[in-house]
Structures are given as C-alpha cells and as structure tokens.
C-alpha cells in the first residue's frame, strides 16, 4: 500500500516544485550514505540532502521511510532507442551488418546515433522501470568504426544530453572480419586512418583542392575524427585478448588520444597497464566464456581484479538494447564475485558519467541533475523492486508495453 501511495503522490507531483523526498536512506554518491535522509528538488536540481534538511514552504512532500535512493543508473554503452526487435530490420539503426572490404565501406565516423535515436521505443520505459536507468549512451555498432554515440535521459526526450559521446570501433575477431579476414589488416586500417585524419586536419585546404594523396576515409568520416584526435571525444573500441587491448594502448599513446576497452575478456591481465594509463573497461561480469580462442582466459572474478589494481571500470550490458534493465544485476554479479557494493554503484553511475563528460548525473550531491530512483530495497538484489524513477526533477509514469500487456491479461474471460 504504501509503495502505491508512493507513486501516486509522485505521479502527483511531476511538475510541482519544490519536491522534498523524505525518510529513505540516500546514496549520495559511491561511498556517502546518509539514512532517514531528505532531499530537496527544485527546477530539475537536487538543492539540499542530508538529515534533518529543512524542507521549504509549499513543498510537496513524500514519504520515502524504508525505500533507498540511489542515482539514476547509466548505462555507457546500449541498443536502447536504436534497436526495437533485433530480427525486425525496420526497427533496427545504427548497426552496420557485415562488409565486403572490397566494395563497402567499413568506415562510418559520420554516422551519429542521434540520427537513428527513437525516444519512442518501446524498451525504453522497459530499461526505465524494470532497471532503473536514467541515461543511456546509444552506441552504433558494426565495420571498423561503428561511428558517434549520443547520451540520452531516458524521459521520451529525443534531444541528445551530450552528442556526440563517443567514437565507437573495433578490433579483434569482429574487426578482421570487416578489413577482410585479418586481425593484423584492421589494427593496420586503424592506424592508418588516425594516421590520415591527423594529416586531412593539418591541410584541409590541400585536401580540398585535391592536393594530397588518396586517403582511406571520406572527407565526413575524417571530419568526424578531428575531435577524437584532439582529445576533445573519446576512442571506445571492442578489443579482448590481450594482444588486442595491447594494440589499442599503443595507438592511445601514438595518437595522443583517450581510449576506452570494450568487452576486454583477458583485460585482467593487463590491469597495471589499463591502470598506469587510466583507460577505462566495459564489462560484463556475467561473461565468463571465452570470446574466442584468442581470447580463452577469462575468470569469473577478472572485474574484481581489474577494480582491485584500480581500473575505472563500467559495467555495461555492452550494446544490448532489449535486457538493458538487467544492468543492475550485472553489478550485482560483480559484487557477488568480490567488488566492493560501492565500486559496483560507481561503475553504473559516475563512471560512465566521467568518460562521457556528463556533468551533473551520476551523483545526488547538491546542485546534480534530480535523477534518481526510489528503490523497494538494495538495488543490486533481484528481489528489489524500482518504486518510482525521477528525471530531472520529474516523476516518469511507471507504464511500459509489458505493464500493459499485464494489466490487459491479468483477468481472462471464463472459458465456456
């Protein structure tokens, strides 16, 4: 009853400012817990939190007591609003399906996954209500560079919070099968195109007036990696041997340039270089088999390792769309498997809030963006229920496709 009355007084107060949410233990960030703690939120801003805060006249009030509150989670890299039904091509985007290297282009910088972005998806509220998720990074996907991500406030806004986020490509295994064949030949054709961005940067007027030699990307794509080499836009490639996620730390430091991993099955085994150098991995602790046979030594504790040597690390669904919503159960595997609680709240919070630049989220100190989610109990346990979701100080209503699929099934007709 009261998780019922709740939501309709949230529901109530979607525009009402200010909102004061009392009586739950608060998450501040990572690390700073206050309990029976309030939180004041007024034109979208978290203005006040702690204990014994004053709440101001006319505020509405809700009472949270027994709830805990957490950010809303972000998850950095994500399907969600570029992918509907993956087996149903119309309502999938930014996804570059296999290439002939000889006839196609396996270069798609230009590509910005705000273009495909559909605010309307139906996982959308899915990830919102089932998981908690406030932000997501849309990422494209496919050939050697997949292109630009964009941040995006899970509240049916199709404007990007930060676009683009990221450039997005790939070695390894998926990225030999889009230079041809060959592991060597795509970190080959990486290297080669920063090598020709860089250069199309310094004379853009040579390059206009047909001066300079052939260059292996389109004039838009070269564009596209100026603020890659500039240092202004990270680098987030899948990469996960060893050898792979070796080969990508030397074209950070060759270029000059912030690298992310993806994936990194055997990252676990050069944290104190990921670490020295502050590059950030995406995981998945639930991925405990072997990406392929170049990459075969995987353990179920490696994000521990890799947090233990001090990796920044984010846990991710990696690219999925319609099981975003299992995000927060990732980190929960990844504290079963010996992540300290509060590294796995960082990892779904300001991590990815710090590789992407997204200021104000990921936190509820004073003065973040008023994401956040009332929760039934400890977030990481599947037990726990998402009592409510606010973005940026509004309440979202907690309907999705599947909530009214249920509502519309709940009493079937007696048969006769």
């Known amino acids: 009853m009261r998780s019922l009355l709740l939501v309709a007084a949230l529901a109530a107060a979607a525009h009402a400012e200010p909102l004061a949410i009392t009586g739950a233990t608060v998450h501040v960030k990572p690390g700073t817990v206050v309990d029976n703690a309030t939180i004041v939120i007024d034109n979208g801003k978290v203005v006040a939190v702690g204990a014994g805060i004053a709440i101001p006249a006319g505020a509405k009030q809700i009472d949270a007591k027994g709830k805990v509150i957490t950010a809303g989670l972000i998850e950095g890299l994500s399907g969600v609003g570029l992918v509907g039904v993956e087996l149903e091509a119309s309502s999938v985007d930014g996804r570059f399906g296999p290439v002939d290297p000889v006839h196609d282009d396996p270069i798609?910088?230009?590509?910005?996954?705000?273009?495909?972005?559909?605010?309307?998806?139906?996982?959308?509220?899915?990830?919102?209500?089932?998981?908690?998720?406030?932000?997501?990074?849309?990422?494209?996907?496919?050939?050697?560079?997949?292109?630009?991500?964009?941040?995006?406030?899970?509240?049916?806004?199709?404007?990007?919070?930060?676009?683009?986020?990221?450039?997005?490509?790939?070695?390894?295994?998926?990225?030999?099968?889009?230079?041809?064949?060959?592991?060597?030949?795509?970190?080959?054709?990486?290297?080669?195109?920063?090598?020709?961005?860089?250069?199309?940067?310094?004379?853009?007027g040579g390059y206009e007036r047909n001066a300079k030699r052939r260059l292996i990307a389109d004039r838009l794509d070269l564009e596209a990696l100026q603020p890659v080499l500039a240092g202004k836009l990270p680098l987030v490639v899948e990469a996960q041997s060893e050898a792979d996620i070796r080969a990508v730390l030397r074209l950070a430091t060759q270029f000059k340039i912030t690298v992310a991993i993806v994936g990194g099955a055997e990252a676990w085994r050069v944290a104190a270089d990921l670490a020295k150098a502050k590059v950030p991995v995406f995981v998945d602790p639930t991925a405990n088999l072997p990406a392929n046979l170049a990459a075969s030594d995987v353990h179920d504790?490696?994000?521990?390792?890799?947090?233990?040597?001090?990796?920044?690390?984010?846990?991710?669904?990696?690219?999925?769309?319609?099981?975003?919503?299992?995000?927060?159960?990732?980190?929960?595997?990844?504290?079963?498997?010996?992540?300290?609680?509060n590294n796995a709240l960082a990892a779904v919070t300001t991590a990815p809030a710090a590789l992407y630049g997204l200021t104000g989220r990921g936190t509820l100190e004073k003065g973040s963006v008023a994401d956040l989610v009332v929760w039934s109990g400890d977030p990481f346990e599947t037990s726990t229920v998402v009592e409510n979701v606010i973005i940026a100080g509004v309440a979202q209503p907690m309907i999705s496709h599947q909530t009214r699929l249920l509502e519309r099934y709940r009493k079937l007709p007696l048969s006769r």
């Open 108 to 204: 798609h910088a230009s590509f910005e996954a705000r273009d495909g972005f559909d605010a309307r998806e139906v996982g959308i509220a899915v990830a919102r209500i089932g998981g908690g998720l406030t932000t997501v990074i849309a990422a494209p996907a496919g050939g050697l560079i997949a292109g630009q991500s964009a941040a995006f406030s899970l509240d049916g806004s199709a404007t990007p919070v930060r676009a683009p986020a990221a450039m997005h490509g790939v070695i390894g295994a998926d990225g030999a099968a889009a230079a041809g064949g060959s592991r060597g030949k795509a970190i080959e054709m990486l290297r080669e195109l920063l090598d020709d961005a860089r250069a199309y940067g310094r004379d853009k």
């Open 301 to 341: 504790d490696a994000v521990a390792v890799l947090d233990k040597a001090g990796v920044p690390v984010l846990i991710s669904t990696l690219g999925a769309s319609g099981t975003a919503r299992t995000l927060r159960q990732l980190a929960g595997n990844a504290v079963a498997h010996g992540v300290p609680w």
